[in-house]
């Protein structure tokens, strides 16, 4: 097992959104190893910070990184999407400030046997609570052909997905697909090798895919932040950082819902919806890193940050 190293992206414009403070009520829903959430108390030791992750390893590293502050940090397990039960367990009913950072972290990639990355040979997992659930081989093994293209086309957004579906299911008949490596070799194989992006490797986007739906990411995504913001006190932010335009397109719908007013045709004399915007949006157009910080994290090129605050 990998040492549980991660770099937080874009830490100067969370903390400059959240505008941190002494007294107050902070969750990060994606704790991972911590990196956000130390960055909220060194600007408000004094504040409460609430941490959710679903991989046990991530809470072990944050509990470890935080224990400085003793009571002040309340680390739960779970999906955030399940948010506001997780946080009445400890009687937490209100935010003044949120972070979701998304996606799969350094640590988890890194870690072989966690089956995320096509470039280690590992069992074929990609599970991020590895207590339960179903792993990427099972849904490579068990789906229909038509199931296992949409995946792959509607998550992964991939071109080749009836190709690639095609190829796996006949060669599951000849053996269970059991590991990364040979997954690898299916996706090259389906893929016309003249059609390869020199860009990104041939596996990227399936694996992407089925990460996705072994972790039901996308639904998780828009339960979890409908719930952060209806849980948000007036004048709390929200920031959330995403790594995919799966990803980033929920996050603005969603946000652009709540800061919706009145929907009632511009032809009716008066508002008869009584619809009030919920938030206003701080960022019209997402928030991306310097070059400065991608020169030493690469991961942090494709991130995206939205904010909102409460009215």
């Known amino acids: 097992m990998t040492a549980?190293?991660?770099?937080?992206?874009?830490?100067?414009?969370?903390?400059?959104?959240?505008?941190?403070?002494?007294?107050?009520?902070y969750l990060d829903g994606t704790l991972g190893g911590g990196g956000h959430a130390a960055l909220i108390l060194e600007k408000a030791p004094r504040a409460l910070l609430v941490g959710i992750d679903r991989d046990r390893s991530a809470l072990a590293a944050a509990g470890e990184?935080?224990?400085?502050?003793?009571?002040?940090?309340?680390?739960?397990?779970?999906?955030?999407?399940?948010?506001?039960g997780l946080l009445n367990s400890i009687g937490v009913t209100a935010l003044d400030g949120f972070i979701l950072d998304l996606g799969v972290?350094?640590?988890?990639?890194?870690?072989?046997?966690?089956?995320?990355?096509?470039?280690?040979?590992?069992?074929?997992?990609?599970?991020?609570?590895?207590s339960g659930g179903e792993t990427a081989a099972d849904l490579?093994?068990?789906l229909p052909e038509p199931e296992l293209e949409r995946i792959i086309a509607e998550y992964g957004e991939e071109r080749w997905?009836?190709?690639?579906?095609?190829?796996?299911?006949?060669?599951?008949a000849e053996a269970p697909i059991s590991t990364t490596f040979r997954l690898v070799d299916i996706i090259k194989g389906a893929v016309p090798k003249a059609k390869w992006d020199e860009r990104i490797h041939p596996a990227t986007r399936t694996f992407q895919a089925l990460r996705i739906a072994v972790n039901s990411e996308l639904e998780s995504l828009?339960?979890?932040?409908?719930?952060?913001?209806?849980?948000?006190?007036?004048?709390?932010?929200?920031v959330i950082i995403s790594f995919h335009s799966l990803e980033d397109r929920i996050v603005k719908h969603v946000f652009r819902e709540f800061a919706e007013g009145c929907t009632c045709p511009r032809q009716l004399p008066i508002c008869v919806c009584?619809?009030?915007?919920?938030?206003?949006?701080?960022?019209?157009?997402?928030?991306?890193?310097?070059?400065?910080?991608?020169?030493?994290?690469p991961r942090a090129r494709s991130a995206k940050l939205r904010a909102v605050e409460k009215l």
């Open 4 to 25: 549980f190293q991660h770099l937080s992206v874009l830490p100067d414009e969370v903390i400059a959104f959240l505008q941190p403070a002494d007294g107050k009520s």
């Open 65 to 84: 990184r935080l224990a400085t502050y003793g009571e002040q940090v309340r680390l739960l397990h779970g999906d955030f999407a399940d948010l506001t």
């Open 105 to 130: 972290s350094s640590h988890q990639l890194d870690t072989r046997e966690r089956g995320f990355s096509f470039q280690q040979d590992a069992p074929l997992d990609m599970r991020m609570d590895t």
């Open 140 to 142: 490579v093994n068990d």
């Open 161 to 172: 997905a009836k190709r690639i579906a095609a190829f796996i299911v006949r060669e599951r």
């Open 222 to 238: 828009e339960r979890g932040m409908r719930a952060a913001l209806d849980l948000l006190k007036p004048g709390g932010r929200g």
């Open 274 to 297: 009584g619809r009030q915007p919920r938030v206003k949006v701080l960022t019209g157009r997402p928030v991306t890193a310097t070059e400065e910080e991608t020169g030493h994290n």
